[in-house]
Structure formats: structure tokens, C-alpha cells
């Protein structure tokens, strides 16, 4: 899976709708202290399904909503859209909007869709929240120090088996 496009409006520091085309290859983002490099990151995570608000560094999941500064007043919502193409080439474009209030809702290509579906689009393309791929600052001493099971899970996610734990637990469950 390849990330091709990335539109952010309303999104932590993200206030003004901002676009990014991302191209082949390794991606490094740069830029002064406080400019938004995490945030970039976490929004990458979070339109792929992040459900825990401390690794969004935030107390709850609204907190990802822009909330406001001296001189502009919060958002209402916080949206995220990230064009993607998959392993056999398909193009699909996911979005993730939460409203403050209203929680957060999914659409893939236009399409509502529920957020074990999102799951499962990133879970098996081997990538998704929390991809060994996306490595943000301190994320390199949390693999060494690892311990060995946990190692396994970032393995099985990065060998693109991870989708399979989901799978199999979705068809335990019914
Ligand atoms: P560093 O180089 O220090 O790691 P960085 O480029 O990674 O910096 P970020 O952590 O991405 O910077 O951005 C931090 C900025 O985002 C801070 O100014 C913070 O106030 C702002 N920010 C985070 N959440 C929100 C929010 N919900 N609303 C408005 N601004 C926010
Ligand atoms: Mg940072």
C-alpha cells in the first residue's frame, strides 16, 4: 500500500484545510520545533483508525479537533482524508470526521462505513496506525526495548499477517 494524497482540515494545529501529495519512496518531514511534524503523523494514524487518545497525545478523542488560539476561535470538527492505493492497485480514498459531540464517522470512496472496516483495510495492507512504517520520534528506543512479544506483534504487522489476528477474532466472535 502506497500513501498518494493527505488533506487535513481543522486537525490539531492543522486549522486552515491543508493538502500534501506524498510521493514513492521515504517520506522525512522537517521543520522547526512546534510546526506540526507529529501531528502530521498522528493524523496518518488517526484517519486509519487510532482509538486511544494517549498515543493521539491527547485527554480524549476531541482533542484532536483545532481548539483555537488568542487570535482564531476553536473548530467545530476535525476532518482527515487520505488517498491511498492498495497492494492490487485499487484506488481508495478514506475519510475521518469527528464533531464535537458527535464522535467520529468513516467514509471509503464515498461510502459510509463503520470503523472495523477502516480496521481492516490498513490491518491488512500491513500498514494502519500502528505500522512499524510510520516511525515518529522515540519510536525507534520502543523497539529496542520491546519486549519479545511485542517485538512479534510489529513483526507480524510489518510480514503483513497482522490482518489475520483481526480476522480470525472478528469470526470468534459470531
Ligand atoms: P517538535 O519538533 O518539538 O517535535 P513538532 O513539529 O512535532 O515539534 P507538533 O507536536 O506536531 O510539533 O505540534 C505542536 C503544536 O500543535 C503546538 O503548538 C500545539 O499547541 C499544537 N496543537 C496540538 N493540538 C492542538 C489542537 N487541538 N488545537 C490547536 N493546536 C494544537
Ligand atoms: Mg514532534
Redesign the pocket.
Known amino acids: 500500500m502506497r500513501i498518494r494524497r493527505l488533506k487535513l482540515s481543522g486537525?490539531?494545529?492543522f486549522?486552515e484545510p491543508a493538502e500534501l501529495r506524498i510521493d514513492p519512496g521515504l517520506t522525512g518531514?522537517v521543520?522547526?520545533?512546534?510546526?506540526?511534524?507529529?501531528?502530521?503523523?498522528?493524523a496518518i494514524r488517526w484517519v486509519m483508525g487510532e482509538s486511544s487518545p494517549k498515543s493521539m497525545?491527547?485527554g480524549g478523542m476531541e482533542?484532536?479537533?483545532?481548539?483555537?488560539?488568542a487570535s482564531r476561535p476553536?473548530?467545530a470538527f476535525?476532518e482527515v482524508v487520505i488517498q491511498v492505493q492498495t497492494a492490487d492497485a485499487e484506488d481508495l480514498e478514506v475519510v475521518r470526521r469527528i464533531e464535537r459531540g458527535a464522535g467520529s464517522a468513516y467514509r471509503v470512496n464515498g461510502r459510509d462505513v463503520r470503523a472495523k472496516d477502516v480496521a481492516l483495510i490498513f490491518a491488512d495492507a500491513a500498514t494502519g496506525a500502528h505500522s512499524p512504517a510510520l516511525v515518529s520520534?522515540g519510536r525507534i528506543a520502543a523497539v529496542i526495548a520491546a519486549k519479545p512479544a511485542e517485538r512479534r506483534a510489529m513483526l507480524e504487522e510489518a510480514a503483513g499477517i497482522a490482518g489475520l489476528h483481526v480476522r480470525r477474532k472478528d469470526a470468534e466472535t459470531k
Request: charged fraction near 20%; hydrophobic fraction near 35%; aromatic fraction near 6%.
Open positions: 486537525f490539531k494545529s486549522v518531514v521543520g522547526p520545533n512546534g510546526c506540526g511534524k507529529s501531528n502530521l503523523l498522528e497525545r491527547g482533542d484532536v479537533i483545532f481548539a483555537g488560539t476553536p473548530r476535525a520520534q
